[in-house]
């Protein structure tokens, strides 16, 4: 095995394109190191591109908010900026591992991992997140939901880097929330986790809602029926049932040691109610 | 009393922990030494058909490898000789050591293994208890007759079933008959990992036909016998050496790794070292045993228990280990602390295709515990009775005696503890509102009585050395407990304390830190070699003074005669010219607890038959439940407890604190599952959840200090107890909460919401 | 590989094998055991050093990735005369008992004061969150903070 430092995001680009599929990028190594040190992955090559502070960096302007890849979660649980327009992706950024792992472990390390329990995936998805991709082919852009395409597979080309994310922040009458279900107060993988992005128009009716879940499929979606069971209501407690019900109806989770598939599913229902209800007081205030 | 008893002094290992260079086994490193690793059973139960190790010798940096062959074939064992250093023929749990390698480094070892060609025609593995002992299962042990049991006399056992305790005394039938009510329960509990944040390790040398071992092991003497017996040669021909421990719990008193690393430094003949992944260490842990417990009892109207049946199977993995030990458990624990009628008990230790189970802090009383106040809890709303004034009405007191017939000439503590925890828990108990819950459980628990000894010496410059093979575990029970013991008896400050680590050439006997004894049991030792060293110190100051003995004082590291000021020698002066006289300032002492007065006829299968220098109990949960997720938080945890005297006040919170959260754990986060094919579920830190800091609440705690006369100052056992009653009071107190009973611990979110579903059931019905 | 790094105020230079992890290295090269290994999953929080100020588990921390950056460790704290404030405080609130996930505790706790000179016992608590300790039950080390080091840095 060969390790790696490329000195600039050309030289890793290049890197990439020579070894393909024999090369695993290495960010924060918090997911890619455990992988490696229990013999999960025997790649040729580790190409290491912590170093590149080029992919590092939160960077507003308007209605376009992008993010380094290599953004840790500790500064995205911190930043104010990612606070105030993208609060869902701070909450979920504050529940991934301890410090340690906030510390290095980073956005696009999270998103290339495709975790079925990827934490930042859900608020990621309701904030419409396009995944930015560069070889030295061609730079792409692609929608989280079509990047992350099975447990542990990504829409990535071998010869590709993830350089960044574009969101689109919150604004106007907007409530961000990210709910994950653990059975401790930290360190958990999440059992389920539900982010909602609300839209209340002045007469506190939805006029938009996005909801994305993650631990309940392969991996993490935006719930598209669900929203379009709550579009134009005020939330009545009958459109919220409506709504979970076909939430659950789109899940399908399994069962291992964490938690049972049946009680993935049961929770998913009352976890939908109470992020509407938080991003609708969020929404109004 | 000295200055030094009941003070809150820093432990004297702490500034070697705090900087990093306190050494414990993993960082040992011995001259020349190679890296071993170890092949283990990949399934839980099967023939090996096949092993070959050639291509494993012929490794590159490969020393040694060993198997079954390169071992004594005598099974080796605790109680019963029921287990092989290395599996040969074939295997019986996941993890199962079959060879070891040792090579120049980790890397080549790991290799090595790797080449090891192992054929293994796997077998339904033995996982359910109840199936265990049915007439349809395997025999885990087809040849369990021809064991050796090493008690006098054996106790019963047969088949499946390693061990099995049985008492019926007269009359049960007949209260149950009479009763006004029957109270029935069922329940279980699942494994738990003591998850010491050392996994373990040892190191090892063979030289001259001695094999010296380095390990971080609560109970050195315990490795050179049980290594005695396993190697089968003398007790001589082994040293151990113990180095700081990094966390045991239990699981670190029985052997470990070190038959491994003992064979592989004979074959080598050169210095071998092996440690345990995490993973590794969870699977093949001795892990608190998973048990299920079936309790009825017959009650009269106003609450008073009249008779008691209980039956416990519990789970001891291949082997047995202890578990011969702890089936006398439910006998000595059925009715926790109440007064309680004749009381049936049938208890068995089963044999599955599982790691075996073994020690762990509180051992079988934390599920027993549950059992019995879950059952308490019930029993009240059964008759709808307050649940406190229930426990009140039949808790013991003085005179009153436990299912063995061993009278407590000292249960008051109980009454007076329940006194304490009303006057700080204000909280309300009924209709505290939302979905908060409040749970009471309450336990009698003993001091480990086994034998302990202790050397001190005077120092030639006036310190005092304390040399021991009592082991500091991290309860502070040396680094506090003996240290300020030793202080106060000669009367020196602590830092003049310099106490040895254990090495079992030079230090005298001593049984190891398990069941709360370290403090009680050498403490004593110090306090009669302590008398003895003033005895010697006195006498040759009173050369020196020229004067009587009896007209001399000792204190604060000085001698002199009485009403004297001017006259005060230093110890060191008294130390030098004892020296130099050829007679060196020295004392030993011993102490173990004899047995207190009890019924042999009881029961059967009663190999661990008393509680010496009980301790008392009670312990008080608030928590709140969500009922939508099924999530529990702790929001107030209230201890009180009979410590007979604190020697050192914040070492005991520490341990209360600590053993709470070891039980917090148990009750709502930890919790190994096996699966039908005998392999845990949880393997790993991330998937075994244990309490974090934003998990455990801070525990209240009061002390209650009615000193016991054989303790040094009083002191009884501590640090084992508080992790006892926990399970049962947070079971109580999100039963309380969700209005629905809880019979299994750990308690899951899913059960939780499970519960709540049947009584919205009941209630809409 | 050679790998050249700040560690503990010192250039430190060593070869590692590609793919090795900073706490081997500490450990095994250069006789800095007060790192623990104690899960290599990043679960325990026992291997903690402090890279460029930040606690990070050095059992997932590729050796290479520290080029040119700087490596505290529990040794790079305080002399042994005198204690580092936070090491001082866990001896006088009994937050040490077996000791063997102190130095990890140590070094997120210095981080924190550094980031935060008077944290709240919340803040205190999740700051730990990646730490694991089966001894105390965490009260007397929360106190070492609270009570002690608190306003001491």
Redesign the interface.
């Known amino acids: 095995m060969e390790f790696i430092s490329p000195a600039s995001k050309d030289e890793a680009l290049d890197v990439l394109g020579r070894l393909g599929p024999d090369a695993t990028v290495l960010a924060g190594g918090t997911d890619v190191m455990v992988q490696y040190l229990r013999g999960e992955i025997a790649p040729g090559h580790l190409v290491y591109i912590g170093g590149l502070d080029a992919l590092d960096g939160i960077a507003a302007d308007g209605h376009e908010f992008s993010i380094g890849a290599l953004t840790p979660h500790r500064r995205l649980a911190t930043d104010p900026l990612v606070l105030d327009l993208l609060p869902a992706v701070s909450a979920a950024a504050a529940t991934v591992g301890g410090w340690q792992t906030q510390a290095v472990g980073t956005i696009g390390g999270n998103v290339c991992n495709a975790s079925p329990a990827a934490d930042l995936a859900a608020p990621l998805l309701t904030a419409d997140a396009m995944v930015n991709l560069e070889s030295g082919r061609a730079k792409r852009s692609v929608r989280l939901a079509d990047f992350l395409i099975g447990r542990r597979q990504t829409a990535r080309e071998p010869d590709e880097l993830v350089t960044g994310l574009s969101v689109t922040p919150r604004q106007g009458r907007t409530g961000d929330v990210y709910l994950k279900v653990g059975r401790r107060g930290a360190m958990e993988v999440a059992l389920v986790g539900l982010s909602t992005r609300l839209m209340l128009d002045d007469s506190d009716r939805v006029e938009a809602v996005a909801i994305a879940v993650c631990s309940v499929a392969p991996v993490p979606y935006r719930a598209s029926e669900a929203e379009e069971v709550l579009k134009g209501t005020r939330l009545e407690a009958e459109a919220i049932r409506e709504a979970a019900a076909v939430l659950a109806t789109s899940a399908s989770p399994v069962s291992d040691f964490r938690a049972d598939a049946r009680y993935r599913t049961r929770v998913l229902g009352a976890l939908l109610e109470r992020a509407l209800r938080m991003a609708a007081e969020r929404a109004a205030a | 009393m000295n200055a030094s008893i009941g003070a809150a002094i820093p432990r004297g290992d702490a500034r070697p922990k705090v900087r990093g260079t306190a050494r414990y086994a993993v960082d040992v490193e011995l001259a020349g030494m190679g890296h071993a690793r170890l092949l283990r059973s990949p399934v839980a139960a099967g023939r090996i058909v096949r092993l070959d190790l050639e291509a494993a010798r012929r490794a590159p940096g490969v020393r040694a490898v060993a198997a079954a062959s390169d071992m004594p074939s005598r099974l080796h064992g605790l109680v019963l000789r029921d287990q092989p250093a290395f599996a040969s023929e074939v295997v019986r749990y996941e993890g199962e050591p079959i060879a070891a390698v040792v090579a120049d480094t980790l890397a080549e070892a790991e290799t090595a293994v790797g080449l090891i060609e192992l054929e293994i025609e796997e077998w339904e593995p033995v996982v359910d208890l109840d199936y265990a002992i049915s007439e349809q299962a395997r025999l885990v042990h087809p040849d369990w007759e021809s064991y050796q049991m090493l008690i006098e006399g054996g106790f019963p056992r047969g088949g499946n079933v390693v061990a099995e305790l049985a008492a019926d005394p007269d009359g049960v039938d007949a209260a149950f008959a009479s009763a006004y009510r029957v109270v029935e329960d069922a329940f279980g509990a699942d494994r738990q990992y003591q998850a010491y944040l050392e996994p373990k390790g040892a190191l090892a040398s063979y030289e001259d036909g001695r094999y010296t071992i380095h390990v971080s092991h609560q109970f050195p003497f315990a490795i050179r016998d049980r290594l005695a017996q396993v190697l089968d040669v003398g007790l001589g021909r082994i040293r151990v050496i113990g180095h700081h421990i990094g966390g045991g719990f239990g699981a670190k008193l029985d052997l470990g790794l070190e038959p491994y690393v003992a064979v592989l430094a004979r074959l080598s003949g050169r210095p071998v070292k092996l440690v345990n992944h995490r993973t590794e260490d969870l699977i093949t842990c001795p892990s608190r045993e998973n048990a299920l417990i079936r309790i009825r009892t017959a009650v009269s109207q106003k609450g008073e228990f009249l008779a008691r049946e209980l039956h416990c199977l519990l789970d001891s993995g291949a082997y047995a280990i202890d578990a011969p030990f702890l089936v006398s458990l439910p006998l000595l624990l059925a009715n926790g602390a109440y007064r309680v009628g004749p009381t049936r008990v049938s208890a068995r230790a089963v044999y599955t295709n599982t790691a075996p189970t073994g020690a762990f802090r509180g051992v079988s009383g934390t599920y027993l515990n549950f059992a019995v106040e879950r059952h308490v809890d019930h029993i009240a709303n059964e008759l709808g009775l307050d649940r406190n004034e229930l426990r009140r009405l039949n808790l013991l007191d003085d005179g009153d005696r436990l299912p063995n017939g061993q009278t407590l000439d000292d249960a008051r503590s109980l009454h007076e503890a329940f006194d304490m925890l009303d006057d700080i828990s204000t909280t309300k108990e009924v209709g505290s509102g939302g979905w908060r819950g409040v749970g009471t459980a309450a336990t009698v628990w003993l001091t480990n009585p086994l034998p302990g000894s202790a050397i001190l010496k005077l120092n030639e410059d006036g310190t005092l050395g304390v040399i021991t093979a009592a082991t500091e575990n991290g309860s502070g029970a040396v680094a506090m407990g003996l240290r300020q013991i030793a202080a106060a008896q000669v009367d020196v400050l602590p830092d003049q304390v310099i106490i040895s680590m254990p090495d079992t050439d030079s230090a005298p006997y001593d049984a190891g830190s398990q069941g709360s004894r370290t403090t009680h049991i050498v403490g004593r030792a110090l306090v009669e070699a302590g008398e003895e060293l003033r005895r010697q110190i006195l006498s040759k100051a009173a050369q020196i003074l020229e004067a009587a003995p009896e007209d001399l004082e000792l204190s604060n590291g000085t001698v002199r005669v009485v009403g004297a000021p001017s006259s005060a020698i230093p110890l060191a002066t008294v130390a030098l010219k004892a020296t130099a006289d050829g007679a060196s300032i020295t004392a030993t002492g011993s102490y173990a607890t004899a047995s207190p007065r009890y019924d042999p006829t009881c029961a059967s299968g009663f190999l661990f038959p008393t509680f010496p220098t009980p301790t008392y109990h009670v312990h008080r949960a608030e928590v709140e439940v969500d009922p939508l997720l099924g999530t529990v938080t702790v929001l107030r945890y209230v201890v009180v407890q009979e410590v007979g005297k604190a020697i050192n006040p914040q070492g005991v919170a520490g341990q209360i604190q600590g053993g709470v959260a070891q039980g917090l754990g148990y009750a709502l986060w930890e919790g190994l599952q096996i699966g039908s094919d005998g392999r845990y579920r949880q393997r790993t830190f991330e998937a075994y959840r244990l309490p974090l800091a934003v998990d455990v609440p801070r525990v209240e705690i009061v002390l209650l200090e009615n000193g016991h006369d054989e303790g040094p100052f009083g002191a009884r056992g501590v640090a084992e107890p508080p992790v006892v009653p926990v399970a049962a009071a947070i079971a109580n107190a999100v039963a309380d909460a969700i209005g629905a009973p809880i019979n299994r611990i750990p308690i899951t979110p899913a059960d939780i919401l499970d519960a709540i579903e049947t009584v919205n059931r009941h209630a809409t019905a | ?1 050679n790998l050249t790094f700040a560690l503990n105020g010192r250039t430190a230079s060593v070869d590692v094998e ?2 090795e ?1 900073l706490l081997r290295t500490l ?1 095994d090269r250069l006789s ?15 291997c ?1 050093v402090l ?1 460029d100020g ?4 050095s059992c ?3 050796s ?2 520290v ?1 040119r950056r700087s490596v505290t ?3 790079g ?2 002399s ?1 005369d005198t ?1 580092h404030p936070v ?2 405080a ?3 609130s ?1 937050g ?8 990890g505790f ?1 070094m ?1 706790l210095v ?1 924190l004061l550094r980031e935060n000179p008077d944290p709240t016992e ?1 803040e ?19 106190d070492a903070v609270i009570e002690k080091a608190r306003g001491a840095m």
């Open positions: 590989m590609a793919g992890t450990r800095l055991t007060g790192a623990k290994e104690g899960c290599v999953e990043g679960e325990c929080g026992a903690t890279l930040q606690p990070v588990d997932l921390l590729p290479m990735s080029a460790t529990v040794e704290l305080g042994v204690l090491q001082a866990m001896v006088d009994g040490v008992q077996c000791g063997f996930c102190t130095p140590i997120v981080a919340l205190i608590r999740q700051a730990v969150s990646g730490n694991i300790c089966r001894c105390t039950g965490y009260a007397q080390i929360v």
